[in-house]
């Protein structure tokens, strides 16, 4: 059993920046691909970013690529999401989660799930 928590989340102004992680404990972290979702208010959990399990690869959405970036490591069962240049349409709840795909990006390809945190971005 893997066990995922997210923490960084919070309120930013529009143009800001905002780095979130998220912490793993239980199995084996370096065998874990990780990866990067957001869901916002009544809409479905989208991706915004993944990594593969040895760091050496990395996906991103098309509405985050040069803004964002993932990063994790291994020696210390963490990922990062660093967020640059925010929008408030960036506003959502952020979830980190661990699947053994490498570098997937649906939803179904994952198998651990963080509780989320929250991003807010203001105008």
């Known amino acids: 059993q893997v066990q995922l928590v997210e923490s960084g989340g919070g309120l930013v102004q529009a143009g800001g920046s905002l780095r979130l992680s998220c912490t793993a404990s239980?199995?084996?972290?370096?065998?874990?691909?990780m990866g990067w979702f957001r869901q916002r208010t009544g809409k479905e959990r989208e991706f915004v970013a993944s990594?593969?399990?040895?760091?050496?690869?990395?996906r991103y959405s098309d509405s985050v690529k040069g803004r964002f970036s993932i990063s994790r490591d291994n020696a210390k069962n963490t990922v990062s999401l660093q967020m640059n240049g925010l929008k408030p349409e960036d506003t959502a709840v952020y979830y980190c989660?661990?699947?053994?795909?490498?570098?997937?990006?649906?939803?179904?390809?994952?198998?651990?799930w963080g509780q989320g945190t929250q991003v807010t971005v203001s105008s």
């Open positions: 239980g199995g084996t972290f370096s065998r874990y691909a």
């Open positions: 989660a661990a699947g053994t795909t490498a570098q997937a990006i649906f939803i179904t390809e994952y198998d651990y």
């Open positions: 990594i593969s399990a040895n760091g050496g690869s990395t």
